[in-house]
């Protein structure tokens, strides 16, 4: 059963428990499983995935005519969902596109900014029975916005070695049709390092568990990685005019991800937390899931009674939660006092499986609090910034005195001598002679 507590006789480490470091076990196995699959390659990645998948396979890519079979053997009703939502998407993540900018303003200079996509990215899709659809899509299609020539997908095979038919259609309709059959940690590895099979990537995205996150946390800096996720969170804001019955499913929705999960509800009226507590309890009798659910709310779960709604809103910007509802009747009153979530809900009719899969914002959300200062994935994940600027001689020669007298300051006569050098009145050393003078028109548009 869900606690119910009063937040304000709580101290901040009894609801900001959620540290996702690896155990000392986990993080030798991790180092082990990335050694292997760098030292021998495919062997190592089919010998994992015949241990930990119980697939014995002879080829990691999905073969076209695996594709072909998944196209004959999707719900054509599905199908068409699938479609509906990645229009959704791409709808929403091309609005995040960049545009470059230029300064020309002063004489003999030009400086701007340019952007260029990462060319190859490696797209983590746990499988939980199934793999997952809306990963692909969440995770593929902002690559594709941004230009990423190279998306590469790995999942967990079945046990018959294959992959689930929605999955790989939502890779076709994402532009992704590079799919792996492999999971985990030795998933990775084959990323980050590359084998013989699976090309390396420049970046490493998507979510998955201890062993995904601890392996993606140990090969970045080799490669980039989106970031490092944690259990699934939702933190619900609702007031008493809230129906109890709509709260705790949407509370199930994330506790019956994984026992790990986190389920929270900050509300203003103990009327709302008292029938909360009891409609979880109902609807758990039925979940297909329950169990996992049922841990979840036990151990992670809790309901935080506050004397107002501001006390509510100080309560959210503490947590810091991955999916955050507002469940009162002015959402949009309080979405400015919002200041740290990953993804926020509007309004009683706004639930968050919404997000997950169909909406069009993003479902790849920073956890465990990490939305104080990380955001949810987009199309600046999958791009580069590069910074460039063109002075001529007499745009140098202008300001070389004070280039030179700043690095004398910081030791570095080396850095005073090459601005001085290129001067319009420099000349050679030990020479009387002047330095060739190339043209001072080099940054002419």
């Not at 169990?291 to 910007?317: F, Q």
């Amino acid at each position: 059963m869900m606690r119910i507590l009063d937040f304000d006789t709580l101290r901040p480490e009894e609801f900001l428990n959620r540290d996702i470091q690896a155990e000392e076990d986990v993080s030798a196995a991790v180092d082990e499983i990335l050694a292997e699959v760098r030292q021998r390659g495919d062997a190592a990645l089919r010998d994992y995935t015949r241990r930990f998948d119980g697939a014995e396979l002879t080829d990691l890519r999905v073969s076209a005519e695996e594709f072909s079979a998944a196209r004959a053997a999707v719900d054509p009703a599905f199908l068409e969902t699938l479609q509906k939502a990645a229009e959704n998407i791409r709808r929403f993540h091309e609005r995040q596109r960049h545009n470059g900018f230029l300064l020309a303003d002063q004489a003999g200079i030009v400086m701007g900014q340019r952007w260029t996509p990462i060319e190859t990215v490696g797209i983590c899709v746990p499988r939980s029975p199934e793999a997952f659809p809306s990963t692909i899509l969440m995770n593929a299609i902002p690559a594709r916005i941004a230009g990423v020539q190279t998306i590469v997908i790995v999942t967990p095979p079945r046990p018959d070695g294959t992959v689930s038919p929605e999955a790989l259609m939502a890779a076709e309709l994402a532009g992704a049709p590079e799919v792996f059959k492999l999971g985990g940690a030795q998933a990775v590895a084959a990323l980050a390092y590359g084998t013989k099979t699976v090309p390396r990537v420049d970046k490493i995205v998507g979510p998955g568990g201890i062993f995904v996150a601890t392996a993606k946390r140990k090969v970045f800096g080799r490669v980039d990685i989106d970031m490092i996720a944690g259990p699934s969170e939702i933190l619900v804001l609702a007031d008493g005019k809230s129906n109890p019955a709509w709260v705790a499913a949407d509370l199930l929705s994330q506790a019956e991800h994984d026992a790990l999960s986190s389920a929270v509800l900050v509300t203003d009226s103990a009327a709302l937390a008292e029938a909360v507590q009891a409609e979880t309890e109902r609807q758990l009798a039925d979940l297909p899931r329950a169990e996992t659910a049922r841990k979840s709310l036990e151990d992670n779960g809790k309901i935080l009674v506050t004397d107002s709604l501001d006390k509510a809103v100080e309560a959210v910007n503490l947590i810091a939660p991955e999916h955050l509802e507002l469940c009162v009747d002015e959402p949009f009153a309080l979405l400015p006092r919002i200041k740290h979530a990953g993804s926020i809900f509007l309004g009683r009719f706004t639930p968050e499986a919404l997000g997950d899969y169909f909406a069009g914002p993003n479902h790849t959300l920073p956890t465990s609090g990490t939305a104080r200062f990380s955001s949810p994935l987009g199309v600046d994940d999958f791009l580069k910034r590069s910074s460039f600027l063109c002075y001529d001689q007499a745009a140098l020669s202008g300001c070389a005195e004070r280039i030179a007298d700043f690095a004398r300051r910081e030791g570095l006569e080396g850095h005073a001598r090459s601005a001085l050098s290129r001067r319009e009145d420099a000349f050679a050393p030990n020479r009387g002679d002047p330095l060739p003078n190339p043209s001072s028109k080099g940054c002419a548009l």
